[in-house]
């Protein structure tokens, strides 16, 4: 069965300090897709990235980047010089017959 | 052009009232999704509708829930009797295309405001 696992539930760090969020996925497809979701505060939620299980290179945006690791099922999620404004939950998904997505993890910015 | 619109983006119900919730999803999207997200929680599946295809029901809590698509456009989704652990925020997204199977198929889902639902 497919699952996602975000094990931290809850992160806070120091503004401009990196911060790394983990998430494991379980699956027994070869083809697929994982995403990264943010929440802000507003509720809507933000798509920040596709990841095809074809391509395991790594991505890089800005002050965000993602590490896709296939041999360890995992896809996660860093960002670089954290601003207040990252503060918000952020979730990994899984597409495979359909979407399941991680219970998230809440990341506060400190000022 | 628009991204998802939900409505009403506010309900307060009483318990054992019948609610409905309404999704405009992007024209074009042919794939249309409803999920459920408790207070502080993670995003749980409700429905798929992708296209003339039948809906993949299997994320449906109970039979108090239904939902319905015409085409490629509207879908409502209805909850019967509410119960108080029905309120929740309702989230519905669309995709252009299906979900994942396909190499080269895109299924980016664009996620509407939600529809938040507290029962009484």
């Known amino acids: 069965a497919q699952k996602v696992t975000q094990a931290q539930t809850e992160i806070s760090v120091v503004e401009k300090e990196d911060v790394t969020l983990d998430c494991v996925y379980e699956?027994?497809?070869?083809?697929?897709?994982l995403f990264w979701y943010k929440q802000p505060p507003s509720g809507e939620l933000v798509f920040l990235i596709r990841?095809?299980?074809?391509?395991?290179q790594n991505e890089i945006s800005g002050r965000y980047s993602w590490n896709f690791q296939k041999s360890t099922s995992s896809f996660n999620f860093t960002i670089t010089a954290s601003q207040v404004v990252d503060s918000a939950v952020y979730f990994c998904?899984?597409?495979?017959?359909?979407?399941?997505f991680g219970k998230g993890t809440r990341l506060h910015i400190l000022p | 052009g628009a991204g998802v619109s939900q409505s009403p983006s506010n309900k307060v119900t009483e318990k054992g009232k019948d609610v409905e919730l309404r999704c405009d999803p992007i024209?074009?999207?042919?794939?249309l999704y409803w999920y459920r997200q408790r207070l502080g929680q993670g995003l749980e599946f409700l429905i798929y509708?992708?296209?003339?295809?039948?809906?993949?029901k299997s994320g449906l809590p109970s039979d108090r829930f239904s939902a319905e698509r015409t085409g490629e456009s509207v879908s409502t989704l209805t909850i019967q009797r509410t119960q108080q652990e029905d309120s929740a925020v309702y989230l519905c997204?669309?995709?252009?295309?299906?979900?994942?199977?396909?190499?080269?198929?895109?299924?980016?889902?664009?996620f509407g405001p939600g529809t938040r639902l507290t029962v009484l």
């Open positions: 997204a669309s995709s252009l295309g299906g979900l994942a199977g396909a190499q080269g198929s895109y299924n980016e889902q664009f």
């Open positions: 699956t027994r497809d070869t083809t697929y897709y």
């Open positions: 990841r095809n299980s074809f391509d395991e």
């Open positions: 998904a899984l597409s495979e017959a359909r979407i399941i």
């Open positions: 024209s074009g999207h042919t794939a």
């Open positions: 509708f992708q296209g003339n295809s039948a809906p993949d």
